[in-house]
């Protein structure tokens, strides 16, 4: 995965964003086996990375310092009052610690911290993804999780968590108020309320961290003219560095889970739904998008079904459309029925691409397409918290669609193939790829520091004049994409297929 630089502080992007009006779907009740198949794929580090050492301070493999700087393992505290209005709920009066340490104490700090917090909290994960309006997906849990799903994760996926400069976790409880977060330059952020600062102070005593700033008390920690604290604690952000992804994933070895399934596993462990507004389509700066291309990938769990009463054809590959034995009047041989009980038992994936105004009807939408593929889940309502469920759901801009697009017109020979209205049938089951994380690893993308916000309302987002300049688009497929986008355009979808 190529590197992606970054030039200025992270954002606290779950702190950043209140509360969707309308929250997606709730994630489905976890799975007693969940954490069994978890452990059965843990993730790798890539051996091939170096470890970047400065004065004896490691950083993480997946951020980095390119300009000199002179780490300090230490933290930094001050005191925040109690705030919340009628959007955000209310916090107490509370302390906030920056803690900086090196690599190699970052799971052992975490793991001391999760002892203080009560035995069921709400997780929170932020994971950089490859939606082009939006730079991070926020994760958190609206249902409580037991402290030990926590723990699994952790162990399961450390490579990921604690080295990996794409995604940030943490967790929070409300009765008493406790919150950390270790963000994607791997700086720990802790709020505690005001009596339980102590337990705090003794925590990080243990692990022979000094304050750097002295007690906010003491009046000698100058603030900034935004009123914030300064930021004294010298992490790889502070200074031109880099990201990456550290995940071993080579072809010869499938089995080993990239950032996207290890998000997906982490997100049914730890009963998480996105945290975005579903009901309307926002860039990063609160700009209305209108309709744009989706790609979306929907997971089909296998269903408790009888083998006799499988398609034959799903034991020669997901994408096969043959005729059946019993289609044809004959009932199917032991070794077809043998197979298609594998075929049933094996959780499938299909990805479709469509056009929609918001992220409500991009799951709809894509949760039909899976439906309707051939082989697809009968007699299953989609809402149903064991039918299928949409994993992910990133948009595209106009030119990526383009190319997707262009790409099934060259298949297809014509237009017939490119797809159906919302209450139609799939049009097409083509190979959909092409674009920068479609059908493949996410690829990583540049980070940016936080935007101001004037409280003004935002004007509508450019189209994509930044943008290098495209290849011109087929007429046909021009075409579609006015109808497809227009404004007020009914949700369609345009193509899905079954993954291997």
Known sequence: ??????????????????????????????????????????????????RVRVNGFAFPLGV???????????????????????????????????????????????????????????PILDVLGNDAFREIDPYIAYELVGVEALYDGMRWYEPFLFEDGLCGFGAMSEEPFFYFFLDEHKVLTI??????????????????????????????????????????????????????????????????????????????????????????NLDDDGRELGTTGWRCLVRVDPAEVDPAEVDPADADGPQSTGSTPESEGKPATDDQTRAMGTKALRTRYVEVVLAASCWREAEDLALTAASQLPGGPKGVSLSDE??????????????????????????????????????????GVGVVGGVGGVGGRPVAAETHGPRAKDGSTPPPAPADSFEDDQPPEPPEVAALLDEVLASGAAGRILAARWLE
């Open 191 to 280: 709020r505690v309320e005001t009596e339980h600062k102590e337990r705090v102070d003794r925590l990080l005593t243990a692990f022979e961290l000094l304050n750097l700033g002295g007690e906010p008390a003491a009046g000698n920690r100058a603030r900034r003219a935004d009123g914030q604290p300064p930021v004294e604690v010298l992490a790889a952000d502070a200074v031109s560095h880099e990201h990456r992804s550290v995940l071993l994933t080579p072809d010869d070895r499938p089995e080993l889970p990239g950032p996207e399934e290890v998000t997906e596993a982490l997100v049914d462990l730890w009963g998480m739904t996105l945290n975005i507004d579903v009901e309307r």
């Open 64 to 122: 980095y310092p390119v300009e000199p700087v002179a780490p300090t393992s230490g933290y930094t505290v001050d005191f925040e009052p109690a705030d919340g209005d009628e959007e955000w709920e209310e916090w107490p009066d509370r302390y906030v610690y920056e803690v900086l340490v090196s690599a190699e104490r970052l799971r052992p700090l975490c793991s001391a911290l999760l002892s203080l917090l009560p035995g069921r909290v709400y």
């Open 1 to 50: 995965m190529p590197d992606a630089r970054c030039l200025s502080p992270p954002i606290c992007r779950h702190l950043a964003s209140p509360r969707p009006a309308a929250p997606p779907r709730p994630a489905a009740a976890p799975d007693p086996d969940a954490r069994y198949h978890a452990a059965m794929h843990r993730c790798l580090l890539n051996p091939a990375l170096e």
């Open 386 to 427: 064991h039918g299928p469920r949409l994993v992910s759901a990133d948009r595209l801009r106009r030119h990526e669609l383009a190319s997707i697009m262009g790409m099934l017109a060259a298949a297809d020979g014509s237009r017939a193939g490119f797809g159906a209205d919302a209450a139609g049938a799939v049009g």
